[in-house]
């Protein structure tokens, strides 16, 4: 096994635990399920979410082990689609050029398609990055 890269970074995950309560900093180290019932609960009402401080490095080491790196990277990708998502601006960077126009004309198709590259940017760009690697 080849040296670990570091696909995540901390620093991005504790300014989005800030907002830890909407589970940003969960869906950014690849947990989904966990990030929404953050969302819907405001992180635990607020325990979840202090706990989460001292959980972040153990979830960066998860992400960094699951995800491939390669030549799309993760934290500018989770920071188009934070703050540009409605735009598709984040599919664009993926080279999903065509969902992105899509995103650009419907608000991140009506928002549904915003909230589901929350729960699944992390894969995008994992299967992305390994097919690029793998010379796809």
Same mark, same amino acid.
Do not use: C
């Given at each position: 096994?080849?040296?670990?890269?570091?696909?995540?970074?901390?620093?991005?995950?504790?300014?989005?635990?800030?907002?830890?309560?909407?589970?940003?900093?969960?869906?950014?180290?690849?947990?989904?399920?966990?990030?929404?019932?953050?969302?819907?609960?405001?992180?635990?009402?607020?325990?979840?979410?202090?706990?989460?401080?001292? +959980?972040?490095?153990?979830?960066? =080491?998860?992400?960094?082990?699951?995800?491939?790196?390669?030549?799309?990277?993760?934290?500018?990708?989770?920071?188009?689609?934070?703050?540009?998502?409605?735009?598709?601006?984040?599919?664009?960077?993926?080279?999903?050029?065509?969902?992105?126009?899509?995103?650009? +004309?419907?608000?991140?198709?009506?928002?549904?398609?915003?909230?589901?590259?929350?729960?699944?940017?992390?894969?995008?760009?994992?299967? =992305?990055?390994?097919?690029?690697?793998?010379?796809?």
């Amino acid at each position: 096994m080849g040296p670990q890269q570091d696909t995540h970074s901390k620093v991005i995950g504790y300014l989005l635990w800030i907002f830890g309560f909407t589970g940003a900093h969960r869906f950014y180290y690849g947990k989904p399920v966990t990030g929404t019932i953050w969302f819907f609960t405001f992180g635990l009402l607020g325990i979840g979410w202090l706990i989460d401080l001292f +959980l972040i490095p153990a979830m960066d =080491r998860q992400a960094d082990l699951r995800f491939t790196a390669g030549p799309i990277e993760y934290n500018l990708a989770w920071i188009l689609l934070t703050f540009l998502g409605v735009f598709g601006v984040h599919r664009m960077y993926q080279g999903k050029w065509i969902t992105g126009l899509i995103y650009l +004309l419907t608000g991140g198709l009506f928002l549904v398609g915003v909230l589901y590259d929350f729960l699944t940017l992390n894969t995008q760009i994992s299967i =992305r990055n390994a097919e690029r690697n793998n010379g796809r």
